[in-house]
């Protein structure tokens, strides 16, 4: 079945001894509680599931569900599959287990959404931050409706490094135990995609395996980055936005990208705020502030208060976790449109 022309990546399955409707109520709740997963159209015989990466199609057949997914590219086709199969084992554990897709031939193999490069160049950017550049072979995926990714790093020193590989099922396994790897996300802050070139921006803290990676990885050495996922750069030109370090990358792309007539808002809130010397432009009609860092309670209440002045502008906010869930309840219970926010966790204080 081919769902919208324009995404030739197909994969077919079939959920036996389920009824259509539990699982058509277990995503509109899914959904409802995590608007940013994406957006359910009601189609015959069942939903299309719009979200980032492509679009599912859930529907009743004669023994069960019948899926059917379908993306522009093989890489975001994986990605879609992962993120249906985790909300399905979520909900029902163990469900996930039988499933088998028409475009698998056999399971084993590296998913296409996992990439290698080779770092070009490690250089201070301001005082808080070092931008990496890497080249790969095929970045064509990386585009502005998905601008992170995650690093796949293997814990230092580890000889017999294990890659993440396709099972069965077509949910991608990960090692496990002292083989287990580290995937925090970053932000695609520039790319080239003639050259395959892209840059990345790591905010050094105490403590990150990142900020040692960073501080530690040399000219030609391979690195693995599993992508593109999360948010793109929202289409409006109406913003409030919101960011502490970690949220500078995608902030600053964002920025950049928005018309020139575009107003509004950017708070930056970092140690040494505008001293640390993280570059930023925007249009002229929109404000930029820099903030030395407040409680996470106080960044989330001025972030409600300044949506509350202008409810017609796109929320952005960025920061950490407990801040973002104490906007994301805000928001909902002030009726804000989930369509015109991204309200997201960056990092969690103590993890
Ligand atoms: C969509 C998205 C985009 C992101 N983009 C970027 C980006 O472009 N650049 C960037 O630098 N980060 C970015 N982040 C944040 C980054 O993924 C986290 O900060 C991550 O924890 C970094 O991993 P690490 O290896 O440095 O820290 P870990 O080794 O995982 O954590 C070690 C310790 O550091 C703490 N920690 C983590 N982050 C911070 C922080 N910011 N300040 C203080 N302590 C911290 C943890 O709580 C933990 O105690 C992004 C996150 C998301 C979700």
Redesign the pocket.
């Known amino acids: 079945m081919t769902i919208a022309p324009e995404f030739p990546h197909t994969a077919e399955t079939r959920l036996p001894g389920i009824q259509y409707t539990t699982l058509d109520e277990v995503l509109r709740q899914r959904i409802s509680d995590s608007p940013a997963i994406g957006r359910i159209e009601s189609a015959e015989a069942g939903l299309l599931l719009h979200t980032r990466s492509g679009v599912a199609h859930l529907s009743e057949s004669p023994d069960g569900v019948q899926i059917t997914l379908c993306a522009d590219r093989p890489d975001r086709l994986q990605l879609l599959r992962d993120g249906l199969i985790g909300v399905l084992s979520d909900a029902m554990p163990g469900i996930a287990d039988s499933l088998r897709w028409d475009d698998l031939s056999g399971a084993g193999l590296l998913p296409p959404n996992l990439h290698f490069a080779t770092v070009q160049s490690v250089s201070p950017l301001g005082k808080a931050?070092l931008r990496v550049r890497i080249k790969a072979d095929d970045l064509s995926s990386f585009q502005d409706d998905a601008?992170?990714f995650?690093?796949v790093?293997p814990p230092a020193g580890l000889r017999d490094v294990e890659w993440p590989h396709v099972k069965e099922n077509g949910a991608t396994a990960w090692p496990q135990g002292d083989k287990a790897l580290?995937r925090?996300?970053?932000?695609?802050?520039w790319i080239d995609h003639d050259a395959g070139l892209m840059d990345?921006?790591?905010?050094?803290?105490?403590?990150?395996?990142?900020?040692?990676?960073a501080g530690s990885v040399r000219t030609g050495d391979t690195v693995a980055f599993m992508g593109p996922?999360?948010?793109g750069i929202p289409q409006t030109d109406r913003l409030l936005a919101f960011a502490?370090?970690?949220?500078?990358?995608?902030i600053a792309r964002i920025a950049e990208t928005l018309p020139v007539s575009a107003s509004g808002k950017i708070l930056m809130m970092g140690a040494g705020a505008e001293a640390c010397g993280y570059p930023i432009s925007a249009p002229e009609g929109v404000e930029l502030n820099w903030i030395d860092p407040v409680a996470e309670a106080e960044l989330a209440e001025m972030a409600l208060s300044a949506h509350a002045d202008k409810a017609d502008h796109y929320l952005w906010f960025?920061a950490?976790k407990s801040a973002s869930q104490q906007v994301r309840k805000g928001y909902k219970q002030h009726g804000g449109d989930p369509q015109n926010a991204y309200i997201?966790?960056?990092?969690?204080?103590?993890?």
């Open positions: 931050f601008i992170h995650r690093l790093l580290h925090p996300v970053y932000t695609t802050r990345f921006d790591v905010f050094l803290h105490d403590g990150g395996r990142v900020t040692e990676w996922g999360g948010g502490d370090e970690t949220a500078f990358p995608a960025a950490e997201a966790g960056y990092w969690t204080r103590g993890q």
